[in-house]
């Protein structure tokens, strides 16, 4: 139901080995609700979001996923209802975007209703599509699964604007209209306002600011100026 906490960092330290990245971390991602986890390169969020999905143990503190603590591996939060997509395209090159869709047990039907754009591709092999195309069907596999949560990493990376603004409101309405919960990192800050309820501000491992969308856009030039610059040299961790 919208409101309800799906999937939760709580006092939550995280990172590779024995090294923290990410230190003392309470974040929800809640039903109809879009998170946004904005900061620097290095800051700690992709750890967060693999620490999140199952494919980082954390070092202390826990995650909650549907809940109740849980140390489940990626695979099996992903039959319980959580989508993953990666900054790296995630789409297998030598299948063609209707196998691809297949593969992941999602019909045609719900991937042209989420990207008509997608209807004269789908015999053509996922490799030969354009990076925004890619990202659709990446986008359209995911959402097509009909997800409780979804963990978005960089969705934008390379891709212009306008194809950037197509992505995300997709990821909007399925917020909105199907209760999902989602927590996406991001790069295009203002894009990521304009679909955002709540923003999250990462530096060096530790949320540092965070409110409502409106709240953080009305001073963002000041958080951009204080807070989204890149960490100094020998700050930077896994971002």
Known sequence: MNGDVLLEAKDLSCGY???????????????????ALIGPNGAGKTTTLLTLAGELAPISGE?????????SPMHQRCKQGLSYVTEERSVIMKLTAHENLRLA?????AATALFPELEPLLKRPAGL???GEQQMLTVARALGRHPAVMLLDELSLGLAPIIVQRLLQAVRTASKERGV???????????ALQVADRVYVMQRGRIVLSGSAHEVG???SEIEAAYLTAAPEGDQGPA
């Open 218 to 220: 009305s001073q963002l």
């Open 105 to 109: 047990n999602v019909t045609v039907a």
């Open 17 to 35: 080995g024995r090294m923290s990245v990410v230190r003392g971390l309470d974040l929800p991602v809640v039903a109809g609700e879009v998170a």
């Open 181 to 191: 919960g989602v927590l996406l990192v991001e790069q295009h800050v203002r894009q």
């Open 129 to 131: 599509l354009s990076g």
């Open 63 to 71: 995650v909650r996923w549907l809940g109740a603590p849980t140390s």
